[in-house]
């Protein structure tokens, strides 16, 4: 019982955290270098190559940063992509943690990641990181709305906020098909919440990479880690609720 | 059960983020104050980033309550919504426009404007 319901479910979830955040590094790595962008020789080496680099490398310091939300925040972050990884239904049988609330949970997750990230720029106590950390609040606001309304769409046919009776409700009817936006929806809310490709508006370049633009070494690692491993539940949430149904 | 396992994960992530910054940096000496500077594409610093962006808690605080109350509410009302149908339907617009008198009251405070 202690193996099943506590030690399983804690290694599946960070297993799925590591090898899901190499993957997403992996892919963007890929599609960088399709749009002609420079790149490694390698694209599976080069995020680990990335990684063992940060390692080794100095950690950047400001005059008078909040210290410990600034080691914090990276580590707060991807232990919130945990929380969301923890409640994904990887099958109809196989959640790591199937909380009667889940989607409140995930709901949650969401609210928290704004005052994260809004953390990680403000102790830095760098213009740039703070302008950045103040776009992602306003942003984020704006993210949360968005989802709000597809996830209660996803708890309105289940009469429930547990996401395995939300792959449950769509035995008959895939909810892909039963509510057409709310697919793409949902994606752009996860591109946005790990403010990934396109929608990258809180560590943009024109800030010199916001809020993370005094980070380097270790915390750089931890925070880009965070940010892969994000997108692997809120990319994962939608899309396995479909196929698992099927 | 759940809830514990959950306790475990948040406990292990955050812990192996905090490690991954610990280890590798025990040794580490500080960078000297030249290179401790803020960047600023060129320029020096005057004063600290936060007294001119001073945290704002009270509109940020206001609209979270705005918007992410309204979700709260709005979870069990999903629950149940099915089963009341139309009573349901009014409830929930009874709330949002109480709601939205506070997101009103905040656009008059100046609460939307990027300064």
Do not use: C
């Amino acid at each position: 019982m202690i193996l099943d319901e506590l030690i399983l479910p804690v290694l599946l979830v960070i297993v799925v955290l590591v090898v899901g955040a190499y993957l997403v590094a992996v892919l963007d790595e890929a599609i960088a270098g399709a749009l002609g962008m420079p790149r490694a020789t390698s694209v599976w080496t080069a995020p680990l190559a990335q990684g063992a680099w940060l390692l080794t490398q100095q950690a950047n310091a400001t005059e008078a940063p909040d210290w410990r939300a600034w080691r914090l925040a990276p580590a707060l972050y991807l232990a919130l992509a945990a929380i969301g990884l923890a409640v994904v239904p990887f099958s109809p049988t196989l959640i790591p943690t199937d909380l009667v609330t889940s989607v409140v949970l995930w709901g949650s997750v969401e609210a928290l990641a704004t005052v994260v990230i809004f953390l990680h720029g403000w102790s830095a106590n760098t213009l740039l990181a703070l302008i950045g950390a103040y776009r992602y609040v306003a942003l984020g606001l704006s993210y949360i709305l968005i989802s709000m309304f597809v996830l209660i769409g996803v708890a309105l046919p289940a009469e429930s906020l547990q996401f395995s009776q939300v792959v449950a409700s769509q035995e008959g009817l895939w909810n892909v098909i039963r509510q057409p936006l709310g697919l793409p929806l949902f994606l752009i809310v996860g591109l946005g919440m790990t403010f990934w490709g396109p929608l990258n508006l809180a560590d943009s370049r024109d800030l010199a990479r916001g809020t993370a633009s005094a980070v380097s070494g270790p915390p750089r690692l931890v925070w880009n880690l965070a940010r892969a491993a994000m997108l692997v539940p809120s990319a994962a949430r939608r899309r396995a609720p479909s196929w698992a149904a099927g | 059960m759940e809830l514990l396992t959950l306790f475990f994960i948040v406990l292990i992530a955050a812990g192996l983020g905090l490690l991954i910054q610990w280890l590798p940096m025990r040794h580490q000496p500080m960078p000297p104050y030249p290179q401790r500077a803020p960047f600023l594409g060129g320029g020096l610093p005057e004063t600290h980033a936060w007294s001119r962006y001073h945290v704002r808690y009270y509109p940020m605080t206001l609209l979270l309550i705005a918007f992410e109350m309204e979700m709260m509410f709005m979870y069990p009302w999903a629950v149940v919504f099915v089963e009341q149908g139309m009573k349901a339907v009014m409830e929930m617009g009874m709330f949002l426009a109480i709601l939205s008198v506070g997101i009103v009251y905040a656009w008059r405070e100046g609460v939307f404007k990027w300064q």
